[in-house]
Protein backbone atom coordinates (compact mmCIF):
# COMPACT_ATOMS: atom_id res chain seq x y z
CA UNK A 1 0.00 0.00 0.00
CA UNK A 2 1.73 3.09 -1.31
CA UNK A 3 0.41 6.71 -1.03
CA UNK A 4 -1.08 6.50 -4.76
CA UNK A 5 -2.93 3.47 -3.32
CA UNK A 6 -4.00 5.68 -0.38
CA UNK A 7 -5.54 8.24 -2.78
CA UNK A 8 -7.30 5.33 -5.34
CA UNK A 9 -8.63 4.04 -1.91
CA UNK A 10 -10.03 7.51 -0.35
CA UNK A 11 -11.35 8.44 -4.21
CA UNK A 12 -13.49 5.03 -4.69
CA UNK A 13 -14.80 5.67 -0.76
CA UNK A 14 -15.70 9.38 -1.29
CA UNK A 15 -17.13 8.55 -5.29
CA UNK A 16 -19.90 5.76 -4.10
CA UNK A 17 -20.50 7.31 -0.53
CA UNK A 18 -21.58 10.52 -1.83
CA UNK A 19 -22.06 10.21 -5.35
CA UNK A 20 -19.51 12.23 -6.86
CA UNK A 21 -18.52 11.67 -10.24
CA UNK A 22 -14.99 10.54 -10.78
CA UNK A 23 -13.28 13.54 -11.05
CA UNK A 24 -14.88 15.09 -8.11
CA UNK A 25 -13.86 12.70 -6.18
CA UNK A 26 -10.39 12.98 -7.08
CA UNK A 27 -10.32 16.25 -6.48
CA UNK A 28 -11.55 15.56 -2.49
CA UNK A 29 -9.36 12.66 -2.35
CA UNK A 30 -6.78 15.03 -3.30
CA UNK A 31 -7.68 17.46 -0.76
CA UNK A 32 -8.44 15.24 1.66
CA UNK A 33 -5.48 13.15 2.33
CA UNK A 34 -3.13 16.26 1.54
CA UNK A 35 -4.79 17.82 4.78
CA UNK A 36 -4.56 14.50 6.82
CA UNK A 37 -0.88 14.55 5.89
CA UNK A 38 0.08 18.14 6.16
CA UNK A 39 1.58 18.13 2.82
CA UNK A 40 0.82 19.68 -1.03
CA UNK A 41 -0.49 18.12 -4.10
CA UNK A 42 2.71 18.22 -5.64
CA UNK A 43 4.58 16.50 -2.46
CA UNK A 44 1.63 13.73 -3.18
CA UNK A 45 2.47 13.73 -6.84
CA UNK A 46 6.23 13.28 -5.70
CA UNK A 47 5.73 10.63 -3.20
CA UNK A 48 3.43 8.30 -4.58
CA UNK A 49 5.36 5.45 -4.68
CA UNK A 50 6.06 5.70 -0.88
CA UNK A 51 4.73 4.14 1.84
CA UNK A 52 2.51 5.59 4.25
CA UNK A 53 3.66 4.47 8.54
CA UNK A 54 0.46 3.40 9.86
CA UNK A 55 -0.65 6.27 12.03
CA UNK A 56 -0.83 8.60 8.32
CA UNK A 57 -3.20 5.97 6.89
CA UNK A 58 -4.95 6.36 9.93
CA UNK A 59 -5.16 9.72 10.02
CA UNK A 60 -6.05 9.52 6.18
CA UNK A 61 -8.81 7.13 6.86
CA UNK A 62 -10.51 8.96 9.71
CA UNK A 63 -10.97 12.09 7.23
CA UNK A 64 -12.00 9.85 5.05
CA UNK A 65 -14.77 8.56 7.67
CA UNK A 66 -15.72 11.92 8.35
CA UNK A 67 -16.66 12.66 4.78
CA UNK A 68 -18.31 9.57 3.65
CA UNK A 69 -20.14 10.31 6.58
CA UNK A 70 -21.47 13.30 4.79
CA UNK A 71 -19.26 15.94 6.47
CA UNK A 72 -18.81 19.03 4.30
CA UNK A 73 -14.94 19.25 2.81
CA UNK A 74 -15.08 23.28 4.27
CA UNK A 75 -15.91 22.04 7.63
CA UNK A 76 -13.03 19.35 8.04
CA UNK A 77 -10.63 21.82 6.48
CA UNK A 78 -11.91 24.64 8.85
CA UNK A 79 -12.11 27.22 5.54
CA UNK A 80 -13.35 28.03 2.43
CA UNK A 81 -11.84 30.17 -0.28
CA UNK A 82 -14.58 33.23 -1.18
CA UNK A 83 -13.80 35.97 -3.80
CA UNK A 84 -9.82 34.88 -3.74
CA UNK A 85 -9.45 34.63 -0.02
CA UNK A 86 -9.44 31.97 2.46
CA UNK A 87 -11.78 32.47 5.49
CA UNK A 88 -12.49 30.46 8.64
CA UNK A 89 -15.16 29.00 8.90
CA UNK A 90 -16.98 26.12 11.78
CA UNK A 91 -20.35 24.33 11.63
CA UNK A 92 -21.84 27.87 13.60
CA UNK A 93 -21.84 29.83 9.98
CA UNK A 94 -23.17 29.49 6.80
CA UNK A 95 -20.30 27.82 3.87
CA UNK A 96 -19.63 30.45 1.66
CA UNK A 97 -20.92 29.59 -1.86
CA UNK A 98 -19.32 30.57 -5.06
CA UNK A 99 -22.75 32.89 -6.31
CA UNK A 100 -22.48 34.74 -3.21
CA UNK A 101 -19.91 36.48 -4.65
CA UNK A 102 -22.78 37.76 -7.75
CA UNK A 103 -23.73 40.53 -4.48
CA UNK A 104 -20.16 41.55 -3.59
CA UNK A 105 -19.46 42.42 -7.57
CA UNK A 106 -22.74 44.32 -7.27
CA UNK A 107 -22.18 45.86 -4.56
CA UNK A 108 -18.92 47.21 -5.48
CA UNK A 109 -20.25 48.23 -8.62
CA UNK A 110 -22.85 50.84 -6.90
CA UNK A 111 -20.83 52.19 -3.92
CA UNK A 112 -20.83 55.83 -3.73
CA UNK A 113 -17.10 56.54 -4.58
CA UNK A 114 -16.97 59.62 -1.84
CA UNK A 115 -15.05 58.73 1.23
CA UNK A 116 -16.44 57.61 4.70
CA UNK A 117 -19.36 54.93 2.82
CA UNK A 118 -21.47 53.10 5.67
CA UNK A 119 -22.02 49.89 4.53
CA UNK A 120 -24.17 46.97 6.58
CA UNK A 121 -24.15 43.30 6.02
CA UNK A 122 -27.22 42.04 7.82
CA UNK A 123 -26.54 38.00 8.82
CA UNK A 124 -22.70 38.17 7.95
CA UNK A 125 -22.05 34.28 9.34
CA UNK A 126 -18.15 34.09 7.98
CA UNK A 127 -18.19 37.61 7.55
CA UNK A 128 -16.78 37.28 3.88
CA UNK A 129 -19.44 39.55 2.43
CA UNK A 130 -18.66 42.54 5.07
CA UNK A 131 -14.84 42.07 4.71
CA UNK A 132 -14.50 41.58 1.17
CA UNK A 133 -16.17 45.01 0.47
CA UNK A 134 -13.36 46.37 3.08
CA UNK A 135 -10.74 44.92 1.58
CA UNK A 136 -11.26 45.39 -1.61
CA UNK A 137 -12.73 49.43 -1.31
CA UNK A 138 -10.49 51.08 1.08
CA UNK A 139 -11.91 53.31 3.83
CA UNK A 140 -15.32 51.86 3.76
CA UNK A 141 -17.51 51.95 7.30
CA UNK A 142 -18.38 48.25 7.28
CA UNK A 143 -21.01 47.29 9.78
CA UNK A 144 -21.81 43.18 10.02
CA UNK A 145 -24.78 41.88 12.06
CA UNK A 146 -25.59 38.48 13.40
CA UNK A 147 -27.99 36.89 15.80
CA UNK A 148 -25.80 34.25 16.20
CA UNK A 149 -23.08 35.13 19.35
CA UNK A 150 -20.78 32.14 17.83
CA UNK A 151 -21.20 32.80 13.98
CA UNK A 152 -20.32 36.65 14.94
CA UNK A 153 -17.59 35.70 16.90
CA UNK A 154 -16.37 33.37 13.41
CA UNK A 155 -16.70 37.01 11.93
CA UNK A 156 -14.66 38.89 14.23
CA UNK A 157 -11.79 36.34 13.91
CA UNK A 158 -11.79 36.42 10.38
CA UNK A 159 -11.82 40.13 10.30
CA UNK A 160 -8.42 39.61 12.70
CA UNK A 161 -6.98 37.29 9.76
CA UNK A 162 -8.16 39.74 7.35
CA UNK A 163 -6.29 42.71 9.23
CA UNK A 164 -9.16 44.81 8.57
CA UNK A 165 -11.47 46.39 10.89
CA UNK A 166 -15.19 46.41 10.82
CA UNK A 167 -18.54 46.64 13.47
CA UNK A 168 -19.64 43.45 14.32
CA UNK A 169 -22.93 43.69 15.89
CA UNK A 170 -24.78 41.22 17.53
CA UNK A 171 -28.70 42.03 16.54
CA UNK A 172 -31.62 40.74 14.86
CA UNK A 173 -31.57 42.20 11.72
CA UNK A 174 -31.41 45.83 12.83
CA UNK A 175 -32.56 45.40 16.61
CA UNK A 176 -29.43 47.20 17.83
CA UNK A 177 -28.63 49.73 15.24
CA UNK A 178 -30.87 52.20 16.91
CA UNK A 179 -31.00 55.21 14.51
CA UNK A 180 -27.81 54.41 12.41
CA UNK A 181 -28.18 55.37 8.71
CA UNK A 182 -25.91 53.59 5.74
CA UNK A 183 -25.40 54.18 2.08
CA UNK A 184 -25.82 50.42 1.11
CA UNK A 185 -27.51 47.20 3.20
CA UNK A 186 -26.29 44.04 1.40
CA UNK A 187 -27.45 40.37 2.89
CA UNK A 188 -27.48 37.12 2.04
CA UNK A 189 -30.18 35.58 4.25
CA UNK A 190 -32.13 32.64 5.20
CA UNK A 191 -34.21 32.17 1.89
CA UNK A 192 -34.87 28.12 1.28
CA UNK A 193 -38.58 27.51 2.24
CA UNK A 194 -38.94 25.01 4.85
CA UNK A 195 -40.42 22.11 3.11
CA UNK A 196 -37.55 22.27 0.19
CA UNK A 197 -35.85 19.00 -0.71
CA UNK A 198 -32.66 20.48 -0.93
CA UNK A 199 -32.63 21.20 2.57
CA UNK A 200 -31.29 17.83 3.02
CA UNK A 201 -28.86 17.22 0.51
CA UNK A 202 -25.33 17.68 0.04
CA UNK A 203 -23.35 19.90 2.68
CA UNK A 204 -26.89 21.79 3.63
CA UNK A 205 -27.95 19.20 6.90
CA UNK A 206 -24.86 19.98 8.08
CA UNK A 207 -24.88 23.65 8.67
CA UNK A 208 -27.30 26.17 10.52
CA UNK A 209 -30.75 25.70 9.60
CA UNK A 210 -31.30 28.74 10.92
CA UNK A 211 -28.86 30.48 8.08
CA UNK A 212 -30.93 28.40 5.69
CA UNK A 213 -34.66 28.26 5.64
CA UNK A 214 -37.28 30.74 6.60
CA UNK A 215 -40.64 30.24 6.70
CA UNK A 216 -43.25 28.13 3.88
CA UNK A 217 -41.79 30.55 1.07
CA UNK A 218 -38.25 31.10 2.39
CA UNK A 219 -40.19 34.74 2.62
CA UNK A 220 -40.17 36.07 6.02
CA UNK A 221 -36.48 37.17 6.60
CA UNK A 222 -36.43 38.97 3.19
CA UNK A 223 -39.86 40.30 4.03
CA UNK A 224 -38.56 41.93 7.44
CA UNK A 225 -35.02 43.20 5.95
CA UNK A 226 -37.18 45.17 3.07
CA UNK A 227 -39.53 46.57 5.44
CA UNK A 228 -37.07 47.55 7.64
CA UNK A 229 -34.47 49.34 5.43
CA UNK A 230 -35.99 52.57 4.83
CA UNK A 231 -35.39 53.71 8.11
CA UNK A 232 -31.64 52.34 7.93
CA UNK A 233 -30.57 53.75 4.33
CA UNK A 234 -29.32 57.47 4.00
CA UNK A 235 -30.79 59.27 0.94
CA UNK A 236 -30.31 57.43 -2.37
CA UNK A 237 -29.19 54.31 -0.32
CA UNK A 238 -28.69 50.63 -2.26
CA UNK A 239 -30.36 47.56 -1.02
CA UNK A 240 -28.97 44.45 -2.37
CA UNK A 241 -30.34 40.86 -1.71
CA UNK A 242 -29.42 37.23 -2.62
CA UNK A 243 -32.15 35.06 -2.81
CA UNK A 244 -33.53 31.57 -3.94
CA UNK A 245 -33.41 31.59 -7.98
CA UNK A 246 -37.61 31.08 -8.00
CA UNK A 247 -38.00 34.45 -5.90
CA UNK A 248 -36.79 37.53 -7.99
CA UNK A 249 -40.31 38.24 -9.09
CA UNK A 250 -41.37 38.30 -5.53
CA UNK A 251 -38.28 40.02 -3.62
CA UNK A 252 -38.99 42.93 -6.92
CA UNK A 253 -42.37 43.23 -5.78
CA UNK A 254 -41.28 43.40 -2.07
CA UNK A 255 -38.90 46.05 -2.84
CA UNK A 256 -41.05 48.44 -5.04
CA UNK A 257 -43.75 48.22 -2.49
CA UNK A 258 -41.39 49.94 0.01
CA UNK A 259 -40.90 52.28 -2.78
CA UNK A 260 -37.48 51.20 -4.22
CA UNK A 261 -36.42 52.39 -7.41
CA UNK A 262 -34.98 51.02 -10.63
CA UNK A 263 -35.12 47.30 -9.00
CA UNK A 264 -33.36 44.63 -10.88
CA UNK A 265 -32.81 40.77 -10.28
CA UNK A 266 -29.28 39.73 -11.49
CA UNK A 267 -27.98 36.52 -12.91
CA UNK A 268 -25.05 34.16 -11.22
CA UNK A 269 -22.99 32.36 -13.21
CA UNK A 270 -25.52 29.74 -13.58
CA UNK A 271 -27.85 32.00 -15.48
CA UNK A 272 -30.07 31.81 -12.26
CA UNK A 273 -31.61 34.99 -10.51
CA UNK A 274 -29.80 35.37 -7.60
CA UNK A 275 -29.94 38.87 -6.50
CA UNK A 276 -32.39 41.73 -6.46
CA UNK A 277 -30.95 45.44 -5.92
CA UNK A 278 -32.82 48.72 -5.32
CA UNK A 279 -31.85 52.16 -4.14
CA UNK A 280 -34.42 55.24 -2.44
CA UNK A 281 -34.80 58.56 -3.37
N1 LIG B 1 -27.69 29.32 -1.71
C1 LIG B 1 -27.83 28.47 -0.56
C2 LIG B 1 -28.33 27.12 -0.98
O1 LIG B 1 -29.43 27.00 -1.46
C3 LIG B 1 -28.72 29.04 0.49
C4 LIG B 1 -28.10 30.23 1.15
C5 LIG B 1 -29.05 30.99 1.97
O2 LIG B 1 -30.11 30.54 2.39
N2 LIG B 1 -28.71 32.18 2.22
O3 LIG B 1 -27.59 26.19 -0.85
Known sequence: ????????????????????????????????????????????????????????????????????????????????????????????????????????????????????VRVLDLGTGTGCIALTLALERAGLDVTAVDRSAPALAVAMENASLCGVSIHCVLGDWYSDLGGQRFDMIVSNPPYVSASDPHLARGDLPWEPQGALSAGADGMVEIGRIVAGAPAHLCTGGWLLLEHGSDQGDAVRQCLATAEFLETRTLADLAGLPRVTLGHLH
Do not use: C, N
Request: charged share 30%.
Open 1 to 116: MDFSDLLGDAEKRLESALHLTRREARLEARVLVGYALGVDRAWLVGHGGDTPTPQQASSVAALVARREAGEPVAYILGEREFYGRMFKVTPDVLIPRPETELLVEAALERLPLRSA
